[in-house]
């Protein structure tokens, strides 16, 4: 059986879309038909640069929402007929630009009655790389994750910045952030996204656009208190070199991206790159349990997903929508594709 894909034709090539095989599920996964898929900002920098990429023609995507179609060996809180979402893994049979696709259990859960495909597609990287980077004692903060006994309010009263909260990552930051009890929550957005972020349970927006010294200075005003935690979801290295300014000494800056500021600039202060895939060993236990609570979460409104933007055309429409976010058109909104519609 064949199904349609968006394949990377060779390394920094083309995207086309075209036939490869409906894998089969083996111990532990599902095969899930995709309904929806959202793009993320590491798609289009593995085209551009070739990074991580060996074998092609290649099939990218992480975020899966859809229908399990068949339920593999080992597999017992999954049955044929479920809508689920689930972080892929980045291998052709499990990357999620393609109508069918490989899920590993463990890092899937049933999309609850008051979700959509859509909205579910925008949740699985952008959250656990907030969940990594926050609770993850070697690729994180450490801090205890509020689902566990005595987590939830823990930090009650100690500041966060969190540099660009509109972004995906940022804004699960945010919801992350109010579960654990830190107060204030500072983040740096564009104004436009002032209502929204406050929604989420941030105290304080400052604009990014701001130059350094005003951004520094805006946000130094808003606490008394030493900032000890700072999740940078941009990670360029204007924001980290802002963040690093900023961080408190003993504290902890938090990135998506390799650092440009060093730990020995400053030997009191901890400098940790992020790697929000549940799929490395370091992180199988975080997320497992993190994905365990996740349905309860997103029903209860807990934890929103991200607003949203549908492409047109299928996995057509994802080129597009990767060029769109490499020049910086995308803002506040996760873009989402619905493979099936693929003509």
């Known amino acids: 059986m064949q199904q349609k894909a968006l394949l990377l034709e060779a390394k920094q090539g083309q995207f086309i879309v075209g036939q490869r095989p409906i894998p089969t599920p083996g111990l532990g996964q599902l095969l899930v038909k995709v309904y929806a898929t959202a793009l993320n900002p590491i798609d289009w920098k593995i085209q551009q640069t070739g990074i991580w990429i060996d074998k092609y023609p290649a099939v990218m995507g992480s975020d899966i929402a ?28 499990q990357a999620s630009h393609q109508q069918y696709t490989l899920v590993t259990a463990a890092f899937a859960a049933e999309i609850p009655e008051n979700l959509t495909y859509d909205q579910a597609a925008t949740v699985p990287l952008g959250f656990d790389t907030a969940t990594v980077g926050m609770y993850s004692e070697i690729l994180g903060a450490g801090l205890v994750p509020p689902w566990r006994l005595g987590g939830q309010g823990r930090y009650s009263g100690k500041p966060i910045l969190i540099m660009g909260g509109s972004s995906s990552v940022g804004s699960y930051a945010i919801q992350l952030a109010r579960l654990s ?29 701001a130059n350094r010294d005003e951004q520094k200075m805006a946000i130094t005003e808003m606490t008394s208190s030493p900032i000890q935690l700072i999740y940078d979801a941009i990670s360029v290295p204007e924001t980290q070199e802002v963040a690093f300014d900023i961080l408190a000494p003993g504290g902890t800056l938090v990135l998506t991206l390799e650092p440009v500021v060093r730990e020995n600039q400053d030997k009191s202060r901890r400098v940790v790159a992020t790697y929000g895939i549940p799929h490395i060993e370091v992180n199988h236990a975080l997320c497992q349990e993190a994905w365990s609570v ?50």
């Not at 229908?67 to 979402?85: D, S």
């Open 66 to 93: 859809g229908e399990v179609v068949e339920v593999g060996q080992g597999v017992v809180n999954f049955a044929k007929g479920q809508r689920v979402f689930a972080h892929g893994n980045r291998l052709d049979d």
């Open 181 to 209: 009890g830190f107060l204030p929550i500072i983040t740096t957005a564009s104004r436009m996204h002032k209502d929204y972020l406050r929604s989420l349970g941030a105290t304080n927006v400052v604009h990014r656009h």
């Open 294 to 343: 996740l349905k309860s979460l997103l029903h209860d409104g807990i934890i929103k997903p991200n607003n949203f933007e549908t492409l047109p055309g299928g996995l057509h429409g994802i080129p597009e929508g990767l060029e769109r976010m490499r020049r910086g058109e995308v803002s506040g909104v996760k873009l989402v594709a619905h493979p099936q519609e693929t003509k």
